[in-house]
């Protein structure tokens, strides 16, 4: 068995990469999480962040995005199709980047503290 480094795990989250190496991709499309590291072989079939990013990203995205729906609405007074155009595509995105790098910080939480089963080949 090799010895890897150990990775941080903010580091890994932000550039959706392996928790054991830090090199292959941790996500197959938008929010799959691939089968196994392409690089160093670690199955991360075992690894599930359950809702906890979903949880995450609701309530803080929300109160933010909320906020700022509030201080535009009462500072600029826009149309309401303004608000439409604004608030729907920033909200979609910053839901999917965060969704993204929420996951893979509890991933690689996981693997840190080794609360799943993963195959240490």
Do not use: Y
């Not at 197959?28 to 979903?54: E, M």
């Not at 109160?63 to 609405?73: D, N």
């Not at 839901?95 to 929420?102: D, E, I, P």
């Amino acid at each position: 068995m090799s010895q890897w480094p150990r990775q941080s795990p903010v580091d890994v989250a932000l550039r959706a990469a392996c928790p054991r190496c830090g090199r292959g991709r941790l996500f197959k499309g938008v929010l799959g999480i691939v089968d196994r590291c392409s690089v160093c072989d670690l199955d991360l079939r075992g690894n599930d962040a359950g809702d906890g990013p979903a949880v995450f990203v609701i309530l803080g995205l929300g109160t933010i995005i909320m906020m700022l729906v509030f201080w535009v609405e009462f500072r600029f007074e826009p149309p309401w199709w303004l608000h439409v155009l604004l608030w729907g595509p920033i909200t979609v995105g910053l839901a999917v980047w965060l969704l993204r790098l929420m996951k893979a910080l509890l991933i690689a939480q996981q693997f840190i503290h080794r609360s799943t089963t993963l195959d240490e080949q």
